[in-house]
C-alpha cells in the first residue's frame, strides 16, 4: 500500500520536473544556452561531489554517461529552446526519449519490443509528425529538431545507464555533471564568446539566479534523490506513473507562467505523444494490479524507472 505521504512527495517531485522547463526558458532569457547548460552541470555537481562517493563504476561509464547526458543531450535541448521551442512543448517532446532507448535496446541488447510497444511508438511518433509540420510553417522547425536529437541522446544515455547496471543513481548523476561541465564552459568560451558571457552575467537579475539554481539543485538534487527513494521502496510500476504528470504540468505551468500559445495542431499532436507513452505504462500498471503484485517492468516503464532527471 502507498502512504498518503509518499503519494505527496511523488507529487512533489514531478511537479518540480515539470516546472523545471518553465525555469529552463526563464534563465535563457538572460543567458546563452551552453553557458547555462555548463552552470546547471557545475552546481549540480558542487558542493555534493565532496559528500558522495564516486559510483561503484568504471570510469568510462562515468565519462560517458555525463558527456552524452551532459553535454549533448542538454546541450541541445537548451539551444532548442533559446531557439524558440516552447518550454510546454520541450517537457512532452523530450518524452519521446523512451521510444529511442527501446530501439537503441533492441540494437545494442537484441531486447525485441513488443506489439504494445510498437503500437505506442507509432501513435508518439505521428504526433511528432504534427508537430513537426507545425513548427515548420512557423519556422521553428530547426528548434523542434535539436529538441528530437536531445530526446535520441537521452535514449542513448539509458543506454549506457543499463550497460552500468544497478548503481546508485545519483551519484552518477552528480559525478557526471563534473565530467560535462567543463567541456560546456570551453564550448561556451569558444562559440558564444567572452562577451557573451560577461554581458549575461552582468544582465542576470534575482529571477535569473533563481531559476539557474531551482535547475542545477531541486531539480537535478532534491527531486530525483526523492525520485529514486521511492523507487527503492516500491515497485516500478507503481511509482512511474506518476511521471506522466511530467509533461502536463509542464504544458500548463508554461501555459500560466510564460503565456506560451497553444494552437490547435500542437495540441494535437502533443495529444498523441502523450497517448502513446501512456499506453504502455498504464496497461503494464493495469496488468501489476490485477495480479495483485509486482510484475516485471516493460521497456518503457524501465526507463521511466532510471531515467535521470529532465
Known amino acids: 500500500m502507498v502512504l498518503v505521504v509518499d503519494i505527496c512527495i511523488a507529487l512533489v517531485v514531478v511537479t518540480i520536473f515539470g516546472l523545471n522547463f518553465v525555469a529552463i526558458k526563464i534563465a535563457l532569457m538572460a543567458s546563452p544556452p551552453l553557458l547555462l547548460t555548463g552552470l546547471r552541470f557545475l552546481l ?9 562517493k564516486p559510483p561503484r563504476t568504471s570510469l568510462r561509464i562515468v565519462v560517458a554517461f555525463g558527456f552524452v547526458l551532459g553535454v549533448v543531450k542538454f546541450g541541445l535541448l537548451f539551444l532548442g ?40 511508438a507509432l501513435i508518439a511518433g505521428c504526433g511528432v509528425g504534427v508537430i513537426a509540420a507545425w513548427q515548420g510553417q512557423h519556422a521553428l522547425l530547426g528548434a523542434f529538431l535539436l529538441v528530437i536529437g536531445a530526446a535520441l541522446f537521452w535514449g542513448v544515455a539509458n543506454v ?109 499532436g502533443a495529444a498523441l505523444i502523450f497517448f502513446g507513452i501512456a499506453l504502455d505504462v498504464l496497461v503494464a500498471w493495469f496488468r501489476q494490479r490485477r495480479a495483485g503484485g509486482p510484475r516485471s517492468t516493460t521497456a518503457i516503464t524501465a526507463v521511466l524507472r532510471d531515467r535521470p532527471a529532465p
Open 44 to 52: 549540480a555537481a558542487f558542493p555534493v561531489l565532496l559528500i558522495l
Open 81 to 120: 529552446m533559446a531557439l524558440g521551442m516552447p518550454a510546454g512543448l520541450s517537457s512532452l517532446v523530450l518524452q519521446t526519449q523512451v521510444f529511442f532507448t527501446i530501439g537503441l535496446a533492441f540494437l545494442v541488447f537484441g531486447e525485441r519490443p513488443s506489439g504494445l510497444q510498437l503500437l505506442s
Open 160 to 268: 549506457i545507464v543499463k550497460a552500468a547496471g544497478r548503481i546508485d543513481m545519483l551519484a552518477l548523476m552528480v559525478w557526471g555533471s563534473l565530467v560535462a561541465a567543463p567541456p560546456l564552459l570551453a564550448l561556451s568560451l569558444v562559440i558564444e564568446g567572452p562577451d557573451a558571457i560577461t554581458t549575461a552575467f552582468l544582465r542576470a537579475d534575482a529571477q535569473t539566479w533563481g531559476a539557474v539554481l531551482f535547475i542545477a539543485y531541486p531539480t537535478t538534487i532534491l527531486a530525483f534523490a526523492l525520485w529514486n527513494r521511492l523507487l527503492s521502496r516500491y515497485p516500478a510500476v507503481t511509482v512511474t506513473p506518476f511521471a506522466l504528470l511530467i509533461p502536463i504540468i509542464g504544458l500548463s505551468s508554461s501555459r500560466w507562467l510564460l503565456a506560451e500559445p497553444f494552437e490547435a495542431a500542437a495540441a494535437a
